[in-house]
Every structure is written in structure tokens, then in C-alpha cells.
């Protein structure tokens, strides 16, 4: 049995520079005694990352994987199961290995109009969070992040970890050019633990009773601190819940008292399998330096109707994409979607960027990079191996909250 | 990890029992489906179809991955697990009691295969 050229495109592999990278990152802050060792394909002794819950998630068996060269937990029995309490109950996932800037100086939010596609004027109410593209000069897509509005000198980023290294040098060197004085901090002595689903903001409130005062109240995509604690309802799932920050020395605490509450801990599976149920792109497989967010699905977060200016914007201005980014619903049993399979449809040939197995709908899904004027309600063809598969557009998200939002 | 001693295996982690009629059962390990985790479909080869030693004769596909499953010897496919196309998690409950084919071996068809000692050694390794 051997994986397929699919299945091995599937996990990602890492890029030379990165590698190189966190050797680089590995011998400065020499911290040899949390980072997991492996051997890489080339031979060369190569370094995983490793966040703080590790050790936990070692201990609880989970099966690990290396993520944009991070040690971290796929899953720990079954991704289904995992899946599945998140959809109907809670789940935990250990997401710190994304990285926190904190961004301070007076000139924090005039930097940010700049350096962010979407516009960060939407954030007026302290706590308000904004999810944005970081885009090159020509519009390809730096990654994916969330910013929140803390004080007029003080904002929050949330940016992916296989590219932190990346967007903290590129934010650094945008702050160096304006000449502005503005300083960038990593927030690596904080770890991230996201709790999700229509029960996880009860199940927060039990072990952390004295947050619920300040996070009742608050809205989707807005944030609270508590004491140490940085609680924003926000996530990555499609369901209600929390992303909690919390102090490394803290985060064991904090897991095993959900555990101990009843959240079971979900691994990176499960994750991808919920965001894509609920639409949401994931960087690197459905956008990436190449691709324009306006093909990708993103055209929602780029502000191109104000007069403002953003690095990136003439160049999305220039032209109209020659690219959508629909959703593609399988209606043939023998297979599954996956990443880079050829889309025919009746306008032209396209691409799966994100293909699962969806728990929720008991059938394939994806999301798929198709010429501009393929309709919701068509019928297309994905090659599976050998066959050609039927599948359905459809408008993403497949579910949110629960609920299935296409028609099977 | 489970690996029944009574069993043959090969490098690309399937099992391969021999039967009293002369035919062989082939199925995935137990490591393999631990690898994949969740299976979610599973494609068996048409029965009388023949099969070169190492020509990939079925796919199991989990949430994550889809994975060539390959003929560890010549022969003619004698039988397959029907059972599995409804239930594909079957797989990853008994990895050694849902099969997924049966195989006349050929006339003379020498298989290399391990035994239960060689395959704990081999995935050790890996």
C-alpha cells in the first residue's frame, strides 16, 4: 500500500527556505529541549517546532504530523469523532503555533490601512476583530490574518504559522520604509487554544467563570481581556466558540481543565475538515503569492470601493480575474475530492484547491479555482484517477452553525 | 502495534494470509490504517481480473489521503469484500478481519513476502 501522488501532495511539503528557516530560528533561540528532531528527506537533520501542550498531546496518544514545520496533533483516535463533537458539542484545539504580533505606536492604524487589503476604519469598537489579506505589490496573497482594534496605539494580529516568519520581516520592512515608529512584537510567550462548537462558550464559562462577565456580551469576531487571558469569540470551524490566548506557563492548566469539563481535544483534521465544510480558505492550498484574492473566494475582504490606497490594490484594479472560486458538491460515491484535480467544466478547465470528505454531509466537498462564468446549479466533471466524477457547483459554505446550507 | 504473528506481510503494509484452497486473502495492517485514519471509501478490484506482483489493484481513501493497495503476487482475483463499499470504517476497526480481496496466486508465482518479526523490523524503520 502506498500513498498516492495525491495523498502525498496533500500533506504539503515544505519548502527549501523554509526549512531553512526554522534550523535558522531553532540555533537563536536555542530551545533544543522543546523541539521534536527528525530526519528530512534530503538527509539533513531537520527541527519541529513544538508548542507548549506538546507533551499533552503526546501523552493523550495523538497521531502527530508535521504543519508548515510545526509538531503538532492530526488527530487523536478518530478525525470523524473529533469532527463531529464539534458540530454538536465542543472541541479544543491547540493553535498556537500560529503566530501573535502585537502592533504599537501612534501611527498603528494608519500603517494598517496601508499594509492590510480590507479596511481597518470597519474597526471602531474596541476589542472588534477583521479578517484581511496581506497582499504583495502585484496582488498575490501574502497570507490570511486577523487583526483586532485593542486601543487607538495598540493592534492585535493573528497570522498563519507556516508563514509567520515571512510576514513578520514583510510588516517589518513596510513599518522601516513609512518610517514610522511603530514596533512590532512576536507574541511567542503566548500559546492559543480554540474552543468550538454550539456548547463552547458554556463549557468555557464553567472553567473560567470569572470571564463570563466580560464575554457574554461579546459579538461574533470581537474580543475581551480578562486578567492574562485574551478571549475573542472567533474560529475557524463555522460553529460559535472561543480562541483563547493565555500565557504558556498557563495553557496546561487551562487544556486540562476543559478536558476535564468535557471538551475533548480535536487535532488539524478535524479543523480542515470544519473549515472547509464552512467555506473558509486555508493558506497555501487556496490562495498563495501566485493567486489574486479576487480569484480565491476573498473579493468580500478587499476594500477596493473606498479611496484609500493599500499595497496591492492597483494591481487588483488593473483587470478583472479570469477566475472564480466556487464550491463543488461530488455526486459520485467512488471517490473523494482532493487538492489538484483537474475541474472540466463547459467554460474551460479548473483546479480543486481544497478537497475532503465532509463528516457533516456524508460525501465529498471542495472548493475549486474555476474560469470566471461557471454557475452555481452546474454540473462538472473531476477527474478521479481513471474517471471523470460528476460533481455540483455550489456556493460555499457547505454548513455553518449546524446547519447543512446546500441542497444534496 | 497489532501484528499477527500467523500472517504474511509486505513492505507496503498489506497482510496476506494463506488459505486451504490455494488462494490468499490480502488485506491492509493495522499500522497502514492507523496511517490513513478514517476511511471514508474503498475501491476493489472486478473478480477474474488478473494481476501482475506489485500492480495496485484497490484504493482506500481516508479523510486525509488516498492510498494504492498492491497485488503482492501474480494471480487472478478470485474474491472481494463487498462489505466494505457500505462500511469502509470496518477497516480501521479489524484491519486484520476486514479483507479486501482474495487471489489465485499463478502457477510458480514465488512471493517475497515477510513474516510478522521482518514487518515489525521494517515499519520500526521507517
Known sequence: MQESAEGRREKGARSAAERANSRKRSTQRGLPDRRAQRVALTGAIDVLKQTTLNRIHRAANARMVDFGGWDMPVHYGSQIDEHHAVRRDAGMFDVSHMRVLDLEGAGARDFLRHALANNVDKLAARGKALYSCLLRPDGGVLDDLIVYFLTDEWFRIVVNASTAEKDTAWLRDLIDRGGVALSLTVRDDLAMIAVQGPHAREKVWQVLPQARGATEPLKPFNAAIVDDLFIARTGYTGEDGFEIMVPDARAEALWNALAAAGVPPCGLGARDTLRLEAGMNLYGQDMDESTSPLESGLAWTVDLGSPRDFVGKSALTASAPARTQVGLLLQDPRGVLRAHQVVHTAKGEGEITSGTFSPTLNRSIALARVPRGVEVGEEVQVQVRERKLAARVVKPPFVRNGRVLVDK | ?126
Open chain 2, 1 to 126: 502495534m497489532n501484528i499477527p504473528a500467523d500472517l504474511s506481510y509486505t513492505s507496503s503494509h498489506e497482510w496476506v494470509r494463506q488459505e486451504t484452497d490455494g488462494t490468499r486473502t490480502i488485506g491492509i495492517t493495522d499500522h497502514a490504517q492507523a496511517a490513513l485514519g478514517d476511511l471514508v471509501y474503498i475501491e476493489l478490484p472486478q473478480v477474474g481480473r488478473k494481476v501482475s506482483s506489485g500492480e495496485a489493484c484497490a484504493v482506500v481513501e481516508s479523510v486525509k489521503a488516498a492510498s494504492d493497495v498492491y497485488a503482492p503476487f501474480s494471480g487472478e482475483v478470485v474474491a472481494v469484500n463487498d462489505d466494505l463499499t457500505a462500511r469502509p470504517e470496518a477497516v480501521n476497526e479489524d484491519a486484520y478481519g476486514a479483507w479486501l480481496f482474495r487471489i489465485r496466486p499463478d502457477e510458480g508465482s514465488q512471493p517475497s513476502l515477510l513474516d510478522a518479526k521482518a514487518y515489525e523490523t521494517a515499519i520500526g524503520e521507517s
